[in-house]
């Protein structure tokens, strides 16, 4: 009796870790717990870097972008058909063809974006971990799944924030500014808490930050140094990369 108990409990915890809730849940707060070394560690690895969605993870924050911008999109439209002469039929069937357009629109550039980006993280720190072989500095490899997982927490933060556009904009009729006044006049328990919203966000960001910092140092052996010179040559590269569009774009 005891055996069946313990075999449907590790069932219902395999079941319920290998849930979309428990991804949604994994995307929400990857960027203050997941780190490198969680993907590395060859044994006691948690329970998070075997879920069966991970690979998947971008396509559902890109899910979730979709809504918002779908919210967005029939905001924007139906204020847009609200100006014009009545057209019957033929103008809400643009309205619903401009809105299912631009959310899946927005669903593919999300996904694709978030995948393009962990390939490009992915492939820079590859680059770093042979050049510190060469060198015979300590260094460990990070596991593309590492950087797919990251991305789609910041591909899904993203989406909630278009979300909060879409009701703000709903709700302030456009006019954020006036909605903003609307807000800074009325009572102190309101402004109260959105500075301290406001202050919380920022911490938690910043905490994140730093959090990221320490696990990528943590993989060339506490070095500050080479995960700084990988930024530097990001933004290099950027920049380099900005300056040949614009070029080729002036000729």
Not at 60 to 89: C, D, E, H, R
Not at 117 to 122: M, V
Request: proline share 4%; glycine share 6%; hydrophobic share 55%.
């Amino acid at each position: 009796m005891l055996s069946q108990a313990k075999i449907l409990t590790r069932s219902i915890k395999r079941k319920t870790l290998r849930s979309k809730v428990m991804l949604y849940i994994m995307l929400t707060f990857a960027p203050w717990y997941v780190l490198p070394r969680h993907f590395i560690t060859p044994e006691g690895r948690p329970a998070f870097t075997r879920h069966p969605g991970l690979f998947t993870s971008p396509l559902t924050a890109a899910a979730v972008a979709k809504f918002g911008a779908a919210s967005l999109f029939s905001w924007i439209a139906f204020n847009q058909i609200k100006k014009l002469p009545p057209a019957g039929p033929d103008a809400y069937d643009m309205y619903n063809h401009f809105v299912s357009y631009g959310a899946y629109s927005f669903f593919f550039l999300i996904a694709f974006g978030i995948y393009v980006w962990a390939a490009f993280e992915w492939g820079f720190h590859r680059v770093a971990f042979h050049a510190c072989q060469r060198m015979d500095l300590v260094a460990h490899k990070i596991p593309f799944q590492y950087f797919v997982l990251t991305s789609a927490a910041s591909g899904l933060w993203l989406a909630l924030f278009i979300h909060a556009v879409a009701w703000v904009m709903r709700h302030s009729g456009g006019n954020f500014v006036a909605y903003v006044h609307a807000l800074q006049a009325q009572a102190m328990e309101v402004q109260s808490i959105a500075f301290w919203a406001f202050l919380g966000s920022a911490y938690l960001l910043q905490y994140a930050n730093r959090r990221r910092a320490k696990g990528i140092s943590e993989v060339y052996g506490n070095s500050k140094l080479i995960p700084f010179l990988i930024v530097a040559t990001k933004i290099a590269l950027f920049i380099m990369v900005t300056f040949a569009i614009s070029y080729l774009s002036s000729r």
